[in-house]
């Protein structure tokens, strides 16, 4: 069964940062693409960041810039560092992780941009 699991969420002051990870387990063969979406209140979840088996990175508009995305493959792990946080980054973030059988999705964590 694949698992994916997040962490990292939380309260942040206006401009300052957070780390998000994701942990991905239950396939033999690795995942593909990883990445993170984003869904605030009243609006469409959409892509914050993606990043490829090979490490090739994408970002939203409004991600580049401020955030990173990284990965382990050998821990099947992504992170997304975080910088320069504004209240319009206020969502609940999930981590994605594309495998032979799908994708498969986090439950979220939250981040609130606020002081």
């Known amino acids: 069964q694949v698992q994916v699991a997040e962490s990292g969420g939380g309260l942040v002051q206006p401009g300052g940062s957070l780390r998000l990870s994701c942990a991905a387990s239950?396939?033999?063969?690795?995942?593909?693409?990883m990445g993170w979406y984003r869904q605030a209140p009243g609006k469409q979840r959409e892509l914050v960041a993606s990043?490829?088996?090979?490490?090739?990175?994408t970002y939203a508009d409004s991600a580049k810039g401020r955030f990173v995305i990284s990965r382990d493959n050998a821990k099947s792990t992504v992170t997304l560092q975080m910088n320069s946080l504004t209240p319009e980054d206020t969502a609940v973030y999930y981590c994605?992780?594309?495998?032979?059988?799908?994708?498969?999705w986090g439950q979220g964590t939250r981040v609130t941009v606020s002081s």
């Open positions: 990043i490829t088996r090979g490490g090739t990175p």
């Open positions: 994605h992780a594309r495998h032979e059988s799908g994708v498969t």
């Open positions: 239950g396939v033999i063969y690795g995942f593909d693409d």
